[in-house]
């Protein structure tokens, strides 16, 4: 048991999926996993260990943002040694090529200010994805009829950005999406020595303004959870 989470030693796999959101966790474990075993539930944050194709698998909720993000990963890595973590999770698109229901695979994640910003100070560290998970989930994603984007992220801690100016600036340089975990998830996986990677659905667009409709998030959702498995087991 850690501060946060109540699992056992030995109840979480060394591969764990990191949906935001708990209900999110629990509705992938029931869907895409075998022999579901829920070993979290402290302040709500759902977890649960499964088997996917033989393979034992955790899939835990981070919730909202990356200090909260940050608890999870530095308790799931230090006191329960998972090894391979992959954000799984919905993102606003930035380039008008980039269309609701896409995929983006996050090679690189920007941000302007992490949990671990005091430790880099004036240093501009750049978090990036583990290259065989990213590989494998390009080529998984390949195989399925879902529009496909590789590159950089943006990673903020504000949902109601006031900074419209560095949005422009973000789409100027190329990102693709903008969400609020993956910068401080690869910063930790660098720290620790671990695999890490985010891929996301584009659940809205912030130059159309249109958003994917709650009956459909599910199926765009399943797509990723299966890029994201498929990515950590290649066959
Ligand atoms: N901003 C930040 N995070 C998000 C967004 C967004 O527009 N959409 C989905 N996650």
């Not at 056992?8 to 999926?17: Q, R, Y």
């Not at 981070?62 to 391979?84: H, W």
């Not at 750049?126 to 399925?144: F, H, I, Y």
Request: aromatic share 8%.
């Amino acid at each position: 048991m850690t501060v946060h989470i109540g699992a056992k030693p030995g109840d979480i796999a060394e591969t764990v999926l990191l949906p935001g959101d708990p209900y999110r966790a629990k509705w992938a474990a029931e869907t895409f996993l075998t022999d579901v075993v829920c070993v979290n539930e402290v302040r709500g944050m759902l977890g649960f260990t499964g088997t996917w194709k033989g393979n034992r698998v955790t899939i835990h909720g981070s919730g909202m943002g990356m200090p909260s993000l940050s608890i999870y990963a530095n308790e799931l890595i230090r006191d329960y040694n998972a090894k391979t973590l992959i954000r799984i999770g919905s993102c606003g698109g930035m380039q008008p090529y980039v269309k609701i229901r896409d995929v983006i695979i996050a090679e690189t994640a920007s941000s302007i200010n992490t949990p671990s910003s005091a430790i880099f100070k004036e240093f501009n560290f750049a978090p990036c994805a583990n290259w065989e998970l990213l590989s494998a989930a390009v080529a998984a994603s390949k195989k399925r009829d879902v529009g496909v984007h590789v590159g950089g992220i943006y990673s903020s801690d504000v949902f109601y950005s006031e900074r419209t100016d560095l949005d422009e600036e973000m789409v100027r340089h190329g990102i693709l999406g903008v969400e609020m975990e993956a910068a401080e998830l690869y910063i930790l996986a660098a720290r620790y020595g671990c695999r890490a990677l985010a891929v996301l659905t584009v659940s809205d667009h912030l130059q159309t303004g249109e958003a994917l409709p709650s009956d459909q998030r599910e199926r765009s959702f399943g797509d990723m959870v299966e890029i994201a498995l498929e990515a950590a087991f290649p066959e």
